[in-house]
């Protein structure tokens, strides 16, 4: 039963992470009449949740799931999906920032 709920948990934090930054990346490519102000909040945003999200898969992946489960083998295949979800999540909000900044 725990290790279900540690999982459940850990797999919770990064749907939660990945549902906020989706919303804020929905709301910056769908409102035309956005203040620059607005829009560059919104790419700062957007860019400490891919850090928070880079940094909670890589202790949930080296120490907590090791925790629960016995340890995770990260082939170089899956270290490159690790990657490409950090990076699809910052990539918005530094376009945005790097937009408005300019």
């Known amino acids: ?6 999982a459940l948990g850990i797999v919770l934090v990064i749907f939660l992470i990945s549902f906020e930054s989706l919303r804020m990346t929905g709301q910056l490519a ?3 009449g956005m203040a620059p102000e607005t829009a560059r ?9 891919g850090v928070v999200q880079a ?8 120490w907590l ?3 629960v489960f016995d340890p995770i083998d990260l082939s170089p295949k899956r270290k490159t999906v690790v990657v490409s979800t950090t990076v699809l999540n910052l990539l918005p909000g530094l376009l945005v920032v790097q937009d408005i900044g300019v």
């Open 55 to 62: 940094a909670w898969l890589f202790i949930s992946l080296k």
């Open 65 to 67: 799931l090791p925790l």
């Open 1 to 6: 039963m725990f290790k279900i709920c540690s």
């Open 41 to 49: 909040l919104f790419g700062m945003r957007l860019v400490v949740l």
């Open 30 to 32: 769908f409102s035309s």
